[in-house]
C-alpha cells in the first residue's frame, strides 16, 4: 500500500510521548521520544505532571520532523494514541488542579469495592465496558468526591491526558469514543455520557468534554505551536483513540478470529468484534475503536515482571555467568528452562504475585508454587514460571473466546517475544498459531492508520496490514498442548480453591 505521503503516529505512553514518521509505504523515516517520570507522592498513588507531557508532545513531534528533514505539505495528517484511564481536574481557564492520575493509581480501591459491592458496578460494567476498578476515572472521581470534596467542587472540568493536550492545541474540549469508553462514564450503546452514572459521581455532562467519533479532525491548531512542532495549523491532526486499542491495529490483529498478545511487564490480551461485547461475570473490557470495530479484552498484572523476579531475587548466579559471557541473563535462564519438559514434571506455578486483574478481578490473589516435590530443580521453578506467564494470558484468552467466538491465529508483542523459546511456549499452551510481527511501535503505527482512514487515505483499518512484516511464526506442538491444557485446568482449579485462602493471607500482609 502507497500513500500520497507522510504521516505521523504520535503516542503519548506512560513512560514517553513518541512521535513516529511514516513514509509513504509504512517504512519509519523517523521517531523521537521524550520522557517523563511517574510521580508518587503516596506509595498507593501514581500521577503525572500534565504541562510535561504537552511540552513532550510538541517537542518529539518536532524533532521527529527535523530528523525527517520534512515539510508541513508532506504531511499528511498527524494521528493521536494515548494511554487510558488519566484524569485531571482543570478549572474554568483550563489550568490544572489536580496532576494527571494514571491508570497505576490505586487510591480509589475502597470506592472501587463499594462500586461492586453496594452500587450495581457490575450492571455500570455492562453497560460502559469498563471494568469497576481503582485504574479507571469512575471511582478515581469518586474518591475525589469523598476525599478532596473542595477540589472536586472547584473542577471545572475532568478530562484525560490526550484531553488536555488537545486543548492547549485548539481551544476545544472533546474526547474520542475509545478514551471515553475507558472512564466507566460512557454507555456503550449511545455512545453518549451515561445519566446514572453522571448522578451517581454528582457531576453533570458539562464537567466532560463533548464525545467525537475517533476518526474526528482537528484543524487550526495555535499558530505558535504549530510553527514549534513544523507543521502548519491546517495539518489535519486526528483524534485517534486509546494506545490499547490502537495496539491491536498496528500489530494487524484486526479481524475477527485474530488476538493480539503483549507481555511486557504486565501482559493484555485483545480482539476487535464487529459488535460491543460485555461479559455476564465482568471478566473483560470493551473500547470502542470505531463503530464496527469494538476491542474486547483483559489485563493481567503478572507478566514479564515475574521473569524479572527471577532474575533480581534469585538470579545472582545467572546473572554473574551472564555478565562473563556477555549474554543477557534472561536468555540464560530461559537456557536453563528448556532443560526441562513442558509442565515443568508437575510444578505450576499461580502467578499472581501483584493480584489479580483479568480474567478473577482479584487484588488478593497471591503467587504460589504447587507440586513441588524433591525431584524439583533451579530450572523447573524457572520453566514453571515462564508457564504460569502463558497461563495467565491464557485465562484471559479463554474469557474472551466466551465472548467472541474462537481465536484462530495470535500476533504477539513486548519483551516476552524477545525469546523464541517464551513464545512457542505461548503457542504450545494456546494451541494456536503465533506471528511476531515487525512493529516495534504498534501504537503509533495504529494512530496512523485510523489517522489515514480519517482523512479518506484508505478505505479501511485493515489495509494496514500490507505495512506490517511477519518475522516469525510458531505453529503450537501438539503434545505439548495437552499437557498444558491438563495442568491448565488444575490451575484454574486450584485458583478457586484457594480463593478464602488468598484472602486470608493478604488481610495478614496487609497486617505488617
Ligand atoms: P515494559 O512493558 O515494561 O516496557 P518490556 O516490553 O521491555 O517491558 O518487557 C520486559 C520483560 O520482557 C522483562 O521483564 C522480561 O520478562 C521479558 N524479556 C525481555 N527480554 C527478554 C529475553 N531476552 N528473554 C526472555 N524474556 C525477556
Redesign the pocket.
Known sequence: MTTRGNVIGVDIGT?STKAVIFGERGKVIASHAVDYPIIKPHPDWAEQDPDLIFSAVVESISIAIQNANILPHDILALGFSTAMHSLIAVDQSGQPLTRSIIWADNRSVKQADRLLKDMNGLEVYKRTGTPIHPMSPLPKLLWMKEEAPELFQRAYKFISIKEYVQYQLYSTYIVDHSIASATGLLRLDTLDWDEEVLQLVGISRDHLSDPVPTTHILIGMKQEFANKMGVSPDTPFVVGASDGVLANVGVGAISPGEAAIT????GAVRTISPVQKTDEKGRTFCYALTDNHWVIGGPTNN??????WLRDEFGSPEREVARKLGI?P??LL?QYAEKVPAGSEGLIFLPFLSGERAPYWNANARGTFFGLSLHHKREHFIRSVMEGVCMSVYAVALAIRDLTGPIQEIRVS???A??PF?RQMLSDMTGKELLVPESHEASALGAAAVALYAIGEIDSLERIKDWIEIKHHHVPNKENTSVYLELFYMYERLYNCLKDEFDAIAAFQRKL
Open positions: 513512560t507481555i511486557g511487564t504486565s507478566g514479564g515482571i515475574l521473569l524479572r543477557d534472561y536468555e530461559t513486548g519483551g516476552f524477545k525469546s517464551w
